[in-house]
Structure formats: C-alpha cells, structure tokens
C-alpha cells in the first residue's frame, strides 16, 4: 500500500442533492482495494450509494466488471446517478437485491474480489439496552462474511470495514468461514486519538500464517 502520501482520492462527481451520503468508511474502502492485474470482476455487498465502485473503477482502470448488489431501491438509483455522472455505465452495475442472493444473482465463486462495510457497528457494550444492537451486529456481520464466501472464487481476495470494537468477534466469524485475514490497516481521524475503523485485507482460504498489520492511515491527511 505504501505511506499515506501515496495515496489518492481521485475526483468525483456526485448529485448537487445527494440524498444517500457517503461516510469516511466509503473513502477508505474505495481508495484501499487495490486490485491486482489479474483481477477482472469485482463485487461490493451493500453498495449504498455506489462510491465506493466509483473509486475503484477509477483506481484500478484494468478492472472490466464492477458490480454492486444493494436490496434499497432509493440507494440503487442513487448509484446509477452517481455511476453514470462518473462515465463508468459500461464498467460499473447496480444490481437491486439482497446480498444473501448474490451468488444466485451473480454465478457462485464468480468474483475475483469481493468489498463490504456492513451497515451496522457495536460499541462492544453488553448493557439490558443494547444487547439485542449487539446481537443484530453479529447477524448481520455474519450475513455480509456468508454471502463474500459464495460469490469469491477460491484463493481469491477480500477487503472490508470494520470497527475495532468488532475485530475479535470478526475475527471468529472470518475464520469460521475460511475467511482468513491477511493484513489490517488501522484508520485514524488524526493523530493523537483513537482509531475508529479497521480496513481488513484476507484471502478466501488462505492460510492463517503471514499476517501483516500495516502503517495506519490518518484521514486529515489525505
């Protein structure tokens, strides 16, 4: 990946009334899947409102196929606005659907790379308040692990979003899934203050030895 001065967030157009607004998580996602030569379709679960397929169709010009699967219809149209306001129409689909169909929708095994930021983060907290927010976190984290494993050819790589108060339960349900993590980016507003997001690299099967936790990335200086 290389130092954070390396990095670039190229420019972007998007609606001047974006009903869908993209996070930090969405940046980072879409500027840290880098994908390597021989990488020719590629799927994001839960698309949102398709920057994050934006940015890596712009990053990684050698990639035919991007496609994203989202179940809201208000945030598939979104997408198509924001994908074709880019020019990528011919690179870059939206598919209206629920993950967990993916790979009825797509082929099983048919991506060479698969990306998710699953919409929901615990605190970590196990509180009578919040326990059943703790518990759907789980779930779902589960659902978006599943669905990557059916629709990623064997070998192939992963990348994701997650919270550092997620990692250890993450860790499990990955590896439970043969989801193995190879390398781990800390993300960080600004230095001095806690990291707030995690972005994960792993390979479909691949082995648990080798793992690299590598230079932190600090968003204020991008």
């Not at 043969?178 to 707030?196: F, H, L, N, T």
Request: aromatic content about 8%.
């Amino acid at each position: 990946m290389g130092n954070v001065k390396d990095l670039i967030v190229p420019s972007f157009k998007t609606p001047e009334q974006m009903a869908v607004k993209h996070t930090h998580a969405s940046i980072v996602l879409g500027i840290l899947s880098q994908m390597d030569s021989k990488t020719t379709k590629v799927v994001e679960l839960g698309s949102g409102n398709g920057v994050v397929l934006v940015l890596m169709a712009k990053l990684n010009p050698h990639v035919e196929n991007f496609v994203g699967i989202e179940i809201n219809e208000k945030y598939c149209q979104v997408a198509r606005e924001v994908v074709n306001l880019n020019n990528l129409s011919e690179r870059v689909k939206i598919i209206q659907g629920d993950i967990q169909d993916s790979s009825n929708l797509l082929g099983h095994e048919w991506a060479d790379c698969v990306v998710f930021n699953p919409p929901f983060h615990n605190d970590g907290k196990k509180s009578q308040n919040n326990e059943r927010f703790l518990e759907r976190n789980v779930d779902i984290f589960d659902e978006f692990v599943s669905s990557a494993r059916n629709i990623l050819k064997y070998g192939h790589k992963f990348f994701a979003i997650t919270s550092p108060k997620n990692m250890l339960i993450d860790v499990e349900t990955l590896t439970a899934k043969q989801m193995i993590i190879k390398a781990i980016v800390p993300i960080y507003g600004k230095r001095g203050v806690d990291s707030k997001l995690l972005f994960l690299e792993g390979k479909k099967g691949g082995k648990k030895g080798g793992f690299k936790m590598k230079a932190p990335v600090f968003l204020s200086e991008l």
